[in-house]
């Protein structure tokens, strides 16, 4: 059994309208999209043009900076459309889909070394799911990792459980370690929570150093657990994958074919039935959350209430995502606004002498409750980080392109998902994760 570590500081966000640990039958939309702005700093290169057709598995577009980096489609049909925005920006890539999909052959590696695993990865496209850090951006093939993480438990607001999303799914599971395990010359740690029941293909991963962590969110974020094992200084490389990407690896090493299926979380309160749904990476989420939605007025967010991406009700799941959060849009006016305590709402505040006998499970809008402050020293953002990082001093730092300051003040352990509670905590309303990804840009560019 492995130790225990305790993530002491943090804040649960309890949300109504958590996914019950059911599945409805599979589903799948009439067009899939895959869009290069879920990559940080990607300049893609189209391949394809409008109108061709492709397999599940066919290049659409590659990294222009690092052509071996390859995004390929998760379904087979007619590419559709080409969206772009300013400047000509590709914002998505549209796939009209079969109604039975067609997968392009992989050849399997007859050994698993690094070269043929990086290999295999970088022509299916599953080398995208690997994130570095620092900067939190697609993993230089290149390079050689310190160490991978896996992080096998979500604490954010009304995050997935993984024990019921990757259920059957344990041998690919295992698949996926053994070909990461070649990667590394370090260690290959899979962070489980050690406050529930761990599927077997988590507790009883071979090959591998499993970590168990308790406590409140971020606790299950990846960057907090590596903060907490061994932490990220400067020229260090190291890599992170969700389970469910580890799952895809397994399956295409073992079928070698792109199958990019996976359970999906709809939940929130304009949810009617919180649950997942079987579907593929890249669908409408019209379509999996057609007739279940009780909000005309709802916000639809890829990914959870932190860091997601506002998608609309018509909108494509983020590549990365295995979550819908649907909640209140919250653009009406409120009287008198945060001095009147309208509804009882998640707040790490005590100033309301009732807070303690509100109940456990809130219904949240997007109301921000005002609008950006002066940027003061309140104690907020360090009763929520738990790492060894002074978050307003970097963040200031920041905004004053010290870059010196930025590297002394921890910047290469952080990303962006890190400080998002520090955001909603954050009486003055700094837009955080926007000034870190400034940040991490900026130590990016200079090397």
């Not at 995208?128 to 620092?134: K, T």
Request: aromatic letters at 8%; proline letters at 5%.
């Amino acid at each position: 059994m492995s130790k225990v570590i305790k993530i002491k500081k943090g804040k649960d966000i309890s949300l109504v309208g958590a996914a019950a640990k059911n599945t409805a039958p599979k589903t799948l939309s009439s067009s899939f999209a895959i869009k290069p702005t879920d990559f940080k700093n990607l300049v893609p290169k189209m391949v394809v043009k409008a109108g061709e057709e492709v397999k599940a598995g066919d290049v659409l577009f590659q990294d222009k900076a690092n052509p071996a980096v390859k995004f390929t489609s998760p379904v087979s049909g007619e590419v559709a459309e080409v969206v772009r925005g300013e400047r000509r920006a590709i914002q998505e890539v549209r796939i009209l889909a079969d109604s039975e999909i067609k997968y392009k052959s992989f050849s399997a590696p007859s050994t698993m070394t690094a070269e043929s695993i990086k290999e295999i990865l970088l022509e299916s496209g599953l080398w995208a799911y690997v994130v570095q850090r620092p900067f939190g951006t697609i993993a230089d093939p290149s390079a050689t990792p310190k160490a991978i993480h896996v992080s096998c438990f979500d604490s954010a607001p009304l995050g997935v459980d993984y024990n019921h999303s990757l259920s059957g799914d344990a041998d690919a599971f295992a698949k996926g370690l053994e070909a990461l395990n070649s990667l590394t010359a370090g260690e290959v740690h899979v962070n489980v929570n050690a406050k529930s029941d761990n599927a077997a293909m988590f507790a009883q991963a071979k090959g591998v150093q499993v970590n168990s962590f308790s406590g409140s969110h971020p606790a299950g974020l990846v960057g907090v657990q590596i903060h907490h094992v061994d932490p990220i200084n400067k020229g260090d490389v190291v890599w992170t994958l969700s389970p469910q990407h580890v799952v895809f690896i397994g399956r295409l090493l073992s079928t070698g074919t792109l199958d990019l299926t996976q359970k999906v979380a709809i939940a929130g309160s304009d949810v009617k039935t919180p649950q997942y749904v079987e579907t593929i990476v890249g669908v409408n989420v019209e379509a999996i959350t057609n007739e279940n939605v009780s909000n005309n007025n709802a916000r639809y967010i890829s990914g959870n209430v932190l860091t997601g991406s506002n998608i609309g009700s018509t909108g494509y799941l983020g590549f990365f995502d295995h979550l819908v959060s649907i909640i209140p849009e919250g653009d009406e006016y409120e009287f008198m606004g945060w001095l009147f305590p309208s509804y009882p709402r998640p707040t790490i505040s005590n100033s309301l002498p009732i807070s303690k006998f509100l109940k456990k499970n809130f219904v949240a809008n997007t109301n921000p409750h005002g609008e950006e402050r002066a940027f003061v020293m309140t104690g907020e953002y360090e009763k929520v980080l738990p790492m060894d990082v002074m978050p307003v001093q970097l963040l200031k730092s920041i905004l004053a392109q010290d870059l010196e300051a930025m590297e002394n003040l921890g910047i290469y352990e952080v990303i962006e998902e890190d400080l998002a509670l520090c955001e909603f905590v954050c009486t003055s309303k700094i837009e955080v994760q926007q000034i870190l990804s400034g940040g991490l840009d900026l130590m990016a560019e200079e090397g």
